[in-house]
């Protein structure tokens, strides 16, 4: 069995089956992980939700920030935005079944088969795995309760930019949920900086990745995200990150996980 790991698809569906196709992924023995950004700004969100919500216990997504704002905007919570093509998921017959899919993704998979943990977006420096994995859990209980539309009302804001225990109700979601969704940069002191998009070294000041932070307690782990397209394909301190921009016209990557692990780019075939 095979285990490959998808960066962001967001909706280039074309691009997601030449990928398969070249990676030779067989469904009935291979297991396929996405980096979350399933949907958006690419033309076929609908035909990747459908995709990977039909393949069941073989795929396994994490929820990107274009998923949350996919759920935040059929919740009523926000509007959609010009750039946004998620017209077709909203108007699908299917829509509550995917919808009530997505909602019930988690913010960190771990394997220990593999010996990966998959994230979309960073870990502040101050959590190890154990904190990463109870605050992702936190998030996932609202987004699967009542509670989630109240949440999605809350979601969005750049504050609070540090981490304390003591952060309580919607600021603790939301800065857990700005980790996981948005997080590229962060200061020395662990403080977020999410305005910063650029790649690393466009970027002035004090301004680290939030894998090159000193000390971070997740040093050890091997954590493979996307979310970065600035970035590229990557690999530093154990970290591997695989979103190589196929939205916007570059390719879509794939990390096979399950021997040593080697990367597989399909060029986008006009996504952009």
Same mark, same amino acid.
């Given at each position: ?20 196709? #070249?990676? #030779? ?10 980096? /979350?950004?399933?949907?958006?700004? /690419?033309? #076929? ?39 946004? =093509?998620?017209?077709?998921?909203? !108007? ?6 995917? +919808?009530?899919?997505?909602?019930? #993704? ?14 979309? !977006?960073? +870990? ?32 969005? /804001? ?15 979601? %939301?800065?857990? *949920? ?8 962060? =200061? ?23 894998? %090159? ?33 196929? *939205? ?25």
């Amino acid at each position: 069995m095979a285990v490959f790991v998808i960066g962001d698809v967001q909706g280039c569906y074309d691009a997601l089956r030449a990928l398969l196709r #070249r990676v #030779r992924y067989s469904p009935d023995r291979d297991r396929l992980w996405f980096v /979350g950004d399933l949907v958006n700004r /690419g033309p #076929r969100s609908l035909d990747v939700l459908r995709f990977v919500r039909d393949l069941g216990e073989g795929a396994v997504a994490v929820l990107g920030n274009h998923d949350l704002h996919l759920l935040a905007v059929a919740a009523g919570a926000q509007a959609l935005r010009p750039a946004d =093509t998620l017209a077709p998921i909203l !108007a699908a017959p299917d829509r509550s079944a995917l +919808l009530d899919w997505l909602r019930r #993704r988690p913010l960190l998979h771990e394997d220990p088969h593999t010996g990966f943990v998959m994230i979309h !977006a960073g +870990l502040p420096p101050q959590w190890d795995l154990a904190q990463a994995r109870a605050r992702a859990r936190e998030v996932e209980a609202v987004l699967a309760s009542d509670a989630s539309e109240a949440f999605f009302r809350h979601l969005y /804001g750049d504050r609070p930019a540090r981490w304390s225990e003591r952060l309580t109700g919607w600021d603790r979601l %939301r800065f857990i *949920v700005n980790c996981f969704t948005r997080l590229r940069f962060c =200061t020395p002191e662990g403080e977020l900086l999410l305005a910063e998009k650029g790649p690393p070294e466009s970027i002035a000041g004090s301004a680290l990745p939030w894998f %090159r932070v000193p000390g971070r307690a997740s040093a050890g782990l091997c954590i493979v995200c996307g979310h970065w397209a600035a970035l590229g394909r990557h690999r530093e301190a154990g970290v591997w990150a695989i979103d190589s921009g196929c *939205v916007w016209g570059g390719a879509l990557t794939a990390l096979r996980l399950d021997e040593s692990p080697v990367w597989c780019s399909e060029p986008c075939g006009g996504c952009d």
